[in-house]
C-alpha cells in the first residue's frame, strides 16, 4: 500500500522510463509457454513477459526492476509501479509473485500512470500480510479481504478478474475478494502496475486475457462488413472464415472504432504472402481506399533470423515499427491482438508481444501522415494478385 508521505513525493516528481527498460534481445523469440497453454491462447489470453526482457512496461520510479531467474525483480529503490504501456478496461490478470516476509507489494487495477491516492485513483489488490487494515487479498481502501490468507514467503498465483464494477481475485485458487464498485467514482480503464513498497518482490508468468469483446464475423455471412469500391479481391465466406484471393482489395466494417482491443485469427496459404488489417481507417473510396494503420501480415524473415522481418513482420505496423520477431508460419493458424489508446498501440503474436509503439506525429485524419486518434474502420486487406489467406474468429471489445 502506498504510504502518505512516499505518495507526496511520488507525485512531486516526473520518472522517465529507463531506456534500457524497453530493450529487447535479437535472439529466437520466446513462446507464450508456460505461462500461456495453447487452448489458452485460443480463449484470447496474451502474455504479458517474455521471460528476458521488460519490453512492454514503464517504470514510475527509479526502483530497480529487472530481469533475474526468468522474473521481474524489484528490490532497491523509491516505492512506485511498474505498470503495461497500455491501458484496458475489462480483463483477467494473473501473475506468480513472490513476497519476502515482512514485505509489502500489490497489483494496481484500472490505474493511472503516477498514482497519488490507492482509495480513489485506482484499485489496489494488496499484497502485505501485516497490513493492519487491508491485509493481503484486500481492496486497499475498499474493502478487506474475505479471510485471512498468507502471501509472503514463497511463490504465490494471483489471479484478478476485472469486469464492469465488480473486481473479483484468488490467491492459489482460494477467492480472497469479492468487490463491487457501486460509487459515481467508479473507476473504468487504468494500467496495470505491479508495485515494490518494501521489501524484495518477483513476479513471473504474467498473462491478461481481455474481457468484453463482440464478434465481427458469425462464420455465415458478411453483415457488417462492406468491399471497398475498386477491390479486384474476391471476399467469400468458406468453411467459417473468411476468403481472400486476388487483388488489391479492401473489405471494411461499417463500424468505426476509437480505442478498442482487437482479436483475430489467420492464415495465409503461400510462401511470404502480404496482407494487413488496417484500422483506424478513413471510409475507403476507389481512389483512396487504405488511408489506415496497418498491422502487417507478412512471415518472411532474413537468413535464417526470425528477428530480421523481411518486410516488418506480421504485427508491425507497417512504415512505422518492425516486429521484434517473425512468430507465425505461413500456412499455419495464428493468433492477434491489438490494443490501441490514444496514439499509443500494441500488438501480439501468438500471445507474445512483436510491437509496443507510440505515434508521436503532429495529428491528422489520414494516419498514413499523421496521428489519428479519431475512430475509423477496420479493412481486411487484399495485397495483390498472389492473395490467399483466411480471417476468422475477429472480435472487439471497445475501450471508454
Known sequence: MLRRSICTALAAVVFLVVPALLAHAADEPPTAAPAITPAELAEGWISLFDGKTLYGWQANS?????????????????????????????FEFRCEYFLERGGNSGIFLRTPFLPKDPRSDCYELNMCDSHPAFPTGSIVGHQKANGTFRGEGEWMLMEVRVEGPRIRARLNGTPVIDF???????????????????????????????LGAKNLFDGRDLDGWRVVPGSKTQFDVVDGTIHLAGGPGFLETNETFGDFVLQFDARTNGTHLNSGIFFRAMAGTSKQPSNGYELQIQNGFKNGDRANPADSGTGAIYRRTKARWVIPNDREWFTGTLIANGGHFSIWVDGVQVTDWTDKRPDDPNP?????????HLSLQGHDHTTDLNFRRIRVAALP
Open 368 to 376: 498514413r501522415r499523421g496521428r489519428r486518434l479519431a475512430a475509423g
Open 62 to 90: 527509479d526502483l530497480n526492476w529487472s530481469v533475474r531467474d526468468g522474473a521481474v525483480h524489484a528490490d532497491r529503490g523509491k516505492a512506485g509501479l511498474l505498470l503495461t504501456s497500455f491501458q484496458i478496461a475489462d
Open 180 to 210: 463491487t464498485d457501486s460509487s459515481p467514482a467508479a473507476l473504468h480503464l487504468g494500467y496495470i502496475g505491479l508495485q515494490m513498497n518494501g521489501g524484495a518482490v518477483s513476479f513471473r508468468k504474467m498473462a491478461l486475457r481481455p
